[in-house]
């Protein structure tokens, strides 16, 4: 006996789908009021994620400070508990003309959004270091699984809980951790950004801010701000197409993985709680399914899942405030040019006159 003798793949029937949940709460099927819908989705978002929106910043220490370009960059460290603190950068532009804004990383680290020397430019384009030199106070946390929070036991002998490890096996144990003990890594810093948020407010009394991200950091743009009270406006770039296809269909890494969620609720429905601020969406034309592209978030379910967003801000009588963008020749990239007009004419109110270009 032979290894031809084992059964090959095209004697099988490989076809499977997971089996489709019906979501009991989307705003489509569930015959709610937009109000009373908001209330019961909310809540039951905070249950699957696992995020406390009472959660407050720990201690945060300076570590560091230099100034590149006219902009100031402090290097900070939060106290989340005994067991983990986590990196911001504060970027203070030399003269504040716009608002704070929180920017939000992607699958990557944060060396990729500070026009750090050395740093080969990728798919975020600086835009942090960007919108300090236009005039913006930012945060740009680094993300629980990226960079120096690759590994969160790294000071663990014999124990490890990473997530994002280019040229590395990445197992996930992070994620597959935290899922057998219930919690998400999308909970988790959602509740990171909450204490940060907390920490702006009370360290430079900033009652209003907005926030942009790509990627991983547009899905978390599309749902921290859900839990705030303190959120302008949002900025999301690469996101919100429908959970059924991020991984089967566009091969996504699991960091936006929550179990069970479209039992209840879909993409489109979390972006919705966020009505009735103003909410841009972004997308670049070649970001679609395709031999290397773990992304592909401009896939076939996102005109659906934008018709259902408007929906629901529709109901909330807030049409206006939301704005879809599709930026030609550009693949799953951050379109800083568009995204510091958004925030210059469409972060108050409507997007009339906004449109797309590379930066």
Known sequence: MDYDFLIRPDELTLRYRTPRASPRLSFETAGLAWADWRTQAKAKLAEVVGVDERVRAGGVTEVRRTSHEDVGVVALVMRVSDELSVP???LQP???TGSAVIALHGHGQVDECLAIDGVREDYHHNFAFVLAQAGHT???????????????ARHRDGESLEYWHWGRHMAYTL???GFQNGRTLL??????????EHWLASTYDVRRLDVAGISWGGDLACTYPVF????RSIFASGTLGSFTAIFARSGNAPAHCVPGVLGWLDRADIAGLNAPRPLAVHYGELDVPGPGNGSAAYNETVPDAFDRLRRIYRAAGAEDALSLHVTEQLAHEMDSRLLLRFLEYGAAGGESGVSGGRA
């Open 88 to 90: 911001a950068y504060l």
């Open 94 to 96: 030399a003269t504040q």
């Open 138 to 152: 930012v945060l740009l946390p680094e993300l629980r699984g990226f960079g120096v929070l690759s590994d969160l």
């Open 175 to 177: 994620l597959t951790d």
């Open 187 to 196: 909970g988790d810093t959602v509740e990171d950004l909450l204490r940060w």
């Open 228 to 231: 705030s009270q303190r959120v």
